[in-house]
T-cell receptor, first 115, second 110 residues
Framework: NAGVMQNPRHLVRRRGQEARLRCSPM?????VYWYRQLPEEGLKFMVY????????ESGMPKERFSAEFPKEGPSILRIQQVVRGDSAAYFC?????????????FGPGTRLTVT | SQQGEEDPQALSIQEGENATMNCSYK?????LQWYRQNSGRGLVHLIL?????REKHSGRLRVTLDTSKKSSSLLITASRAADTASYFC??????????FGAGTTVTVRA
């Protein structure tokens, strides 16, 4: 049973380019969460999605960032026109159900570097 | 704002010693979770303690929860070099959103 998969593991983008981060949840999990970790800090919640629905995007910047979780395929976190401040590790987690009683299983993360 | 705050920020101990770290949080919780992150890697879930529990054990890990003081502690007994990592507490906000502290970095010296 494969865990949460994220790709790419490392991504380098120049300022102004687009970054696409992919997350495949664990088999049977339909709830996906994205978190961002800046250097020397804890993870910060960005967005919570269920299949084809954004449930809570309160932690996501209003501009340049978007997320989707289509019926088929992985969840995508998209950052348009990246800036140096977007450099961080982006983690995806999945769970089999909603609610705090369910453990969130984390992927290995995508480390984005903006040059 | 962050819900959980770990203390100390960093801890260095000798192999075989115990490591204790604390977490304080601000609002009421349903449960509190501890995670481990090895350098450059993802998070590994260690233990979940519910608000009606006071203590929980998992192998060499012992977690306590004091809801009156809004604090939790994680004890690692008989530490090993492989325990070198950052440890985070996380509380659940709005029933699904994990709110993490900045973490405690533990270094176990051989």
């Amino acid at each position: 049973n494969a865990g949460v998969m994220q790709n790419p593991r490392h991504l380098v983008r120049r300022r102004g380019q687009e970054a696409r981060l992919r997350c495949s949840p664990m088999k049977g999990h339909s709830h996906v969460y994205w978190y961002r970790q800046l250097p020397e800090e804890g993870l910060k919640f960005m967005v919570y999605l269920q299949k084809e629905n954004i449930i809570d995007e309160s932690g996501m910047p209003k501009e340049r960032f978007s997320a989707e979780f289509p019926k088929e395929g992985p969840s995508i976190l998209r950052i348009q026109q990246v800036v140096r401040g977007d450099s961080a590790a982006y983690f995806c987690a999945s769970s089999p159900g909603a609610g705090g009683g369910y453990e969130q299983y984390f992927g290995p993360g995508t480390r984005l570097t903006v040059t | 704002s962050q819900q959980g705050e770990e203390d100390p920020q960093a801890l260095s101990i000798q192999e075989g010693e115990n490591a204790t770290m604390n977490c304080s949080y601000k609002t009421s919780i349903n449960n509190l979770q501890w995670y481990r992150q090895n350098s450059g890697r993802g998070l590994v879930h260690l233990i979940l303690i519910r608000s009606n529990e006071r203590e929980k054990h998992s192998g060499r890990l012992r977690v306590t929860l004091d809801t009156s003081k809004k604090s939790s502690s994680l004890l690692i007994t008989a530490s090993r070099a492989a325990d070198t990592a950052s440890y985070f507490c996380a509380t659940v906000v709005n029933d699904y959103k994990l709110s993490f502290g900045a973490g405690t970095t533990v270094t176990v010296r051989a």
